[in-house]
C-alpha cells in the first residue's frame, strides 16, 4: 500500500517537471537568532542517513534553534527525536506539510522541486549519498532528466564527505559544501553494557533489500570462518528479514534503540561492513568508538577516515574470500587487534557533533539572511477569506507566500465542517482565482480553514437529507450518487456516507457487507478505515484499521475527507 502511494506522489512529480524552475532568493537582512529549520524526510526507518538527520534536529534545537521534521510515516521510536514531528498524510504531497520556517531541508532529491513550489523559504538539499551517485550509468533517461533538474534548481548544496562532493560536481555540476558525519559519544563509547551471547559474535548493519550494503558478501565471508572459530553472526536491521535472512544469521535486532546498538557493537568481537558505495559510512565509526574492531570494504565512505592496518582492516569490494581473510587476521593477532581499537579510539573522537553542528547552524543561519522573490503580487489574485479563519495562525502567511510562487490560477484549500460531537469533514474549496486567468490550474494549500457559511453542507443533495436526519431518504440518494457517478474518488465519497447512513439506520450488518467491498474498491481511502474501526469490535480488525489509519492518515487526496482521522481513534 504504502509503495503504491509513494510511486503515485513521485508521477505526480514527474507530470509537474516542466514548472521546475531555480530559487531565486533576495536579501532579507540578519535573521532571528532563533531561525526555523524544517527537515522534509521520504522515510524514517532505521538507517546511518537518518540518524544523522535526527541528530542534526535535536543537536539544532539544543543550539537554540527552532527544528521541525516532516515526513508521511509515523513518528519511529528506534530514536529519540526531541524536536517537534509532523506527519503528513500519504496520499498529499509531503513538501504540502512544510509550516512556515526560514530554511527548508530537502533530504532527499526526489523532492526539491516540492519544497521549493512552496514558496515558504530558501531550499538546502542535504545530499548523503544513493545510487544516483555512485551508480549513475544504470539509471533510464528519464529518471536521469529528473533528477538533473532536482540538483538545477537549489541554491544551496550540502554533503557529508569529500567523495560525495566530487560526484556531484562531476556528475550534476554543482558546487557541495562539505560537513562530515559524527558520533554521538554518550551511546556510542567504550564504557557502557555489553550484549552478550551463548558464543562470540561478528555484527552487520543494513537492510535486506539495500544490495548495496553488501550484507550477502558478509555472509559468504562468515560461512568460511564460522566453525573453526565458532562464531556467530548478529545483524542488525531496519526491517523484518525474509525467512532466507533470517537462517543465513545466528539473531536479528529490528530497529533496535541506540543504547542496545551501543552495547552490540561493545559486545561484538568485531564489526563487518560489506558496502559497495557509500558517502560517509557512520556504523564502523561508531563501532570504533565502543573499542570495536573494524573489517570494512574499500567503499569511498569508509575510506574518509579508515586506514588498512592502522584503525581497521581494508577487504577488498565483493570478495568474501578477502573479506574472511580479514576477519582471520583479527582472531589470529591478539596485537594487530589492540592496535586496531586504539587507534579507531583516536579516530572516532575526531568526529565530534558538538564541533559539526556549530558550522551547520552557523551555514543555516547565513541561508536564513535570504527570502523566496516573489514571481506575483498578492494583487493579482482575488481571494475569498480572511485571516481569522485559518485553524492554524500561522497558515494565512503559509497561503500567501504559496500565492506569490504558484504557477496556477486556482488555489484550494481544506474547508473544516463541524458535524456532529468531535466528527469534522474537511472539503477542498477553491478560495483563491488569479485575476488575469491563463490556464485554469489548479494547485491546493494545506491551510485549513473554518467556513464562512457553516451550513453550506444543507445545500448538497443527499448530504441536506441526512443532516435533516431523513436517513432512509439520505440513503436512497447517496445510493442513486454511487450508481450514477463514474469518478471513483467521487464514488468512494458517497461509500462513505452510504455507510454512515446505515450506521444511523442501525442496519449493521448491511453496512459491514456493503463496507467489505468498498474496501476492496477503496483500499486507500482513509475514512472507510475509520468506518471499519466503528463497526467491528473486535481487537484484531480494530488493530488494523487502527494501523492503516495511523499509516495513511487523512485521505487529503479526496475532494472530501474526515479531518484529524487518526485523532479520532486516539
Known sequence: MIQELRIKEFNNRLERLSFARKQTLRARGTPSEKIHVVYVMTHVGICG??????????RLQKLGAKVTIVSHYPMPNWFPIEVPYNQVPFDLELAKGIPVCDVIVATYWDHIQS???TGIAPVVYFEQGDFHLFDYSSMNQTLKKFIHQQFDIPQYIYTVSKPASHLINEIYGREATVYPNAVDEK???????KETGNRPYILMVGGEAATFKGLNVIIQAYEKVKDEHQIDLYWITPDTPSDEGKAKVTKYFVNPPQKLIGGLYRGAKMYVCGSIYESFCLPP??????????VTTGNKGSLEYAVHNENALICNLNDPEDMAKQIREIFSNPSLKEHLIKNGLITASNYKWEIIMLDILDYYKKIASYEVQQIHGIDEWDLFISDEQFLNKDDYNKLLKFMKNTPADLIQVPIVYDI???LKLAKWEIIANRKQSENDYVEKCYCPITPINKLRLYDIPAYRSFFKKEYEKALEEFLNLYEQE??????AIYSKWIIITLLRLQRKSEARKKLKAFLQEYPHYTDLHYMNYLLDEKDKVNNYSINTIHILGEATSYSEYLFNATKLIT
Open 49 to 58: 542517513g537518518v540518524k544523522v538527520i535526527f541528530e542534526h534536529a535535536n
Open 115 to 117: 519544497c521549493i513550489d
Open 187 to 193: 551511546v556510542f563509547s567504550i564504557g557502557g553494557e
Open 285 to 294: 565509526l561508531e563501532a570504533m568508538a565502543c573499542g570495536c574492531p573494524v
Open 420 to 422: 456532529e460531537g468531535d
Open 486 to 491: 463514474d469518478k471513483l474518488n467521487t464514488k
